[in-house]
């Protein structure tokens, strides 16, 4: 007591338990936890214990003399000087003391869910001289007027860029084969493992052709990239999409070419004025390589985070859970994410959905990364930690190691459902491994970085983690948090642990999705049942070994940012 060594853990982290005690710390238990000498209240608990926390407490029952729980009654009317817990909600702040040491910050959600990071990137402009297009995937909120309508403009110049993409691969396409002397098909290569294949043309002799759709994509196309080379920073600029044109037979033709096949007329000079254009759209925007041609747009609960309540695919497509059915929170009538290609459905789902939690407005919308790097063909996401120890100076720690999740089908935009589309483990562990997928992925569907590494010196690019990947993780993080840091609840003594969630485009560069407080520390595989115990405990090192010992050793965290 004396020592200030009370701490208190909410939810299943016995690494953290076991850590501290062998640092000679003695534990006040929750109510729910060991046996309960007397009644007593916990500092603050409104939260019950989950069915998983429930299991991990009972697999890490290290007290069978009762000692623990014995020294735990002891210290039952102290506040802990530790706390370790799911959510900030179980600490009462009133009860702290300025040296008290809780691993949460107030109102991170400015950037820890995806309505909040949203809005806050719209702002870092104004803050950092930054560009969010540069590393998070465009993105509005649906409920907002003037965000809805930012989008559907969007979504019209992105079909208009995709048709004319399109247009360009069938003329190619039709020159290949003409080119092609008969018998000279190549088998599959190692490379064609990470490029994600369009829909091939099924256009036959009586297929419409649509001879008007590329002039007016043309004409769209030149009048968007008139209006970027004028556009001011806060994009006051109208764009070109609310002409006098038939948007909704523009869409329905457009659709017919990317998703059913239909074919294109394209002249020799409409040929090269859509090289020549998309050759300079493609300078003024930057997102532009990872955009693909079929234009997919992922709808996301803007409270969400941490991969949680994630579901639903558009189009039609099931298929059989195993283990007893997919749970209530993955059924595709409740709350989740939803892959769309089409505008008309997109604003469908966000009207219809009646949750209180996710009605219009907290539905966000997203551009789908569609030219992004798999492995073995499979999508795939990477989790990266860091620490924030201070945010006045903004203090910013990096971790050293990090893993990869893997879906449990073959990646393919022409069918979306969520085993194909959504990494996370919380989805994943509801499905077999397919029958086609590669049998090099893993069959725990988890790499570490050094195996990642690897495969990148596999592919010929031995460079890009530690020129390009790394890097842009790191400023991706750093832009988040400068963007939020003036709406963060400020607190001395606190830290937190965050778990950023990234895909990889096929140049290389990092696309950052989201970023979660309290990230998972249960293990689901060899990999995370190291990493995640290392993380924790250099996580320890960092927040109390080094406050008395700033030369100890803090693992792989690094520092990379302080004011």
């Given at each position: 007591?004396q020592?200030k ?13 076991r ?5 000679g710390?003695v534990e ?8 309960q000498?007397e009644?007593h209240?916990?500092l603050h608990?409104?939260?019950?214990p989950t ?12 007290d ?8 735990s009654?002891l210290v039952r009317?102290?506040?802990p000087n ?5 959510h ?8 702290l003391e300025?040296d008290?040491?809780?691993n ?5 959600g ?10 806050s ?6 803050i950092?001289q930054?560009?969010?297009?540069t ?5 509005y ?5 003037d965000e ?6 969007d ?11 399109l247009?360009l ?6 020159l290949?084969r003409?080119e092609?002397?008969p018998?000279s098909?190549?088998g599959?290569g ?5 490029v994600?294949h369009?829909?091939p043309?099924?256009a036959?002799?009586?297929s419409?052709?649509y ?10 196309c030149?009048?968007?990239?008139g ?5 001011d920073?806060?994009r006051?600029t109208p ?6 044109i038939?948007?909704?037979r523009f ?15 394209l ?17 003024q925007l930057?997102q532009?390589?990872?955009?693909g041609?079929l234009?997919?747009w992922i ?5 969400e ?6 579901a639903?695919?558009s ?5 059989a ?8 929170s ?8 939803i ?5 008309e459905e ?5 009207r ?5 939690s996710?009605?219009e407005?907290?539905?966000v919308v997203?551009?789908?990364?569609e030219?992004?790097?798999t492995?073995f063909g ?13 945010w006045?100076?903004l203090t910013?720690w990096f971790?050293?190691d990090?893993?990869?999740r893997?879906c449990?089908?073959p990646?393919s ?6 085993a ?17 997928q590669d049998p090099?992925?893993?069959p725990?569907?988890?790499w570490?970085?050094?195996q990642?590494?690897?495969y990148l010196?596999w592919?010929?690019q031995a460079?890009?983690w530690?020129?390009?990947i790394?890097?842009?993780m ?7 948090l400068r ?11 606190s ?7 990234f895909?990889?485009g ?5 696309w ?5 407080s309290?990230p998972?520390?249960?293990p ?7 990493l995640?115990?290392?993380?924790q405990?250099?996580?320890l090192r960092l ?13 792989a965290?690094e520092l990379?940012?302080?004011?």
């Amino acid at each position: 007591v004396q020592e200030k060594k009370i701490f208190m853990v909410q939810g299943p982290y016995p690494t953290i338990r076991r850590l501290l005690r062998a640092r000679g710390w003695v534990e006040r238990k929750l109510p729910n936890m060991g046996r309960q000498l007397e009644q007593h209240q916990p500092l603050h608990s409104p939260w019950l214990p989950t069915e998983d926390e429930k299991e991990e407490e009972e697999q890490c029952n290290e007290d069978p003399n009762g000692i623990h729980d014995l020294m735990s009654y002891l210290v039952r009317d102290r506040v802990p000087n530790f706390i370790w817990a799911n959510h900030l909600s179980a600490v009462d702040p009133q009860l702290l003391e300025q040296d008290h040491v809780v691993n949460h910050y107030a109102r991170v959600g400015a950037f820890t869910t995806k309505e909040g990071l949203c809005l806050s990137l719209q702002n870092l402009p104004w803050i950092e001289q930054a560009d969010p297009n540069t590393f998070f995937p465009r993105c509005y909120r649906l409920g907002t007027t003037d965000e809805r309508e930012a989008f559907i403009d969007d979504f019209r110049l992105t079909a208009a860029r995709s048709l004319l993409k399109l247009a360009l691969e069938e003329v190619g396409d039709r020159l290949m084969r003409a080119e092609q002397p008969p018998g000279s098909d190549k088998g599959p290569g190692w490379h064609s493992s990470h490029v994600s294949h369009p829909m091939p043309s099924t256009a036959g002799p009586g297929s419409p052709l649509y001879p008007r759709l590329v002039e007016e994509a043309l004409e769209i196309c030149e009048q968007h990239l008139g209006v970027l080379r004028h556009q001011d920073i806060d994009r006051s600029t109208p764009f070109p999409c609310r002409t006098c044109i038939d948007w909704n037979r523009f869409l329905q033709d457009y659709y017919c070419v990317a998703h059913e096949g239909a074919g294109l007329v394209l002249s020799g000079a409409q040929r090269e004025r859509c090289q020549d254009l998309l050759r300079r759209l493609a300078e003024q925007l930057p997102q532009f390589s990872m955009e693909g041609k079929l234009n997919v747009w992922i709808l996301k609960p803007g409270a969400e985070s941490q991969g949680r309540g994630k579901a639903g695919e558009s189009g039609g497509h099931t298929q059989a859970p195993y283990r007893g059915g997919v749970p209530p929170s993955l059924c595709p009538c409740s709350p989740g994410i939803i892959c769309a290609t089409q505008l008309e459905e997109v604003l469908r789902l966000a009207r219809g959905c009646t949750a209180p939690s996710v009605q219009e407005g907290k539905w966000v919308v997203q551009k789908y990364l569609e030219q992004l790097l798999t492995i073995f063909g499979t999508k795939f996401d990477i989790r990266q930690w860091f620490v924030v120890t201070d945010w006045k100076p903004l203090t910013v720690w990096f971790y050293g190691d990090c893993y990869l999740r893997f879906c449990s089908r073959p990646f393919s935009l022409h069918c979306l459902e969520r085993a194909r589309h959504l990494c996370n483990v919380s989805v994943q562990k509801w499905y077999k491994t397919s029958p086609d997928q590669d049998p090099r992925v893993p069959p725990d569907r988890v790499w570490s970085s050094k195996q990642f590494q690897a495969y990148l010196a596999w592919l010929g690019q031995a460079g890009a983690w530690h020129q390009v990947i790394v890097p842009g993780m790191k400023a991706a993080i750093l832009n988040a948090l400068r963007s939020a840091q003036d709406q963060v609840g400020f607190r001395k003594s606190s830290f937190e642990l965050y778990g950023a969630d990234f895909l990889i485009g096929e140049d290389c560069q990092p696309w950052l999705l989201e970023i979660n407080s309290c990230p998972t520390m249960s293990p689901s595989s060899a990999v995370t049942r190291r990493l995640c115990a290392n993380v924790q405990r250099d996580t320890l090192r960092l927040v109390l070994d080094r406050k008395d010992n700033p030369t100890c050793s803090i693992g792989a965290f690094e520092l990379i940012y302080k004011e």
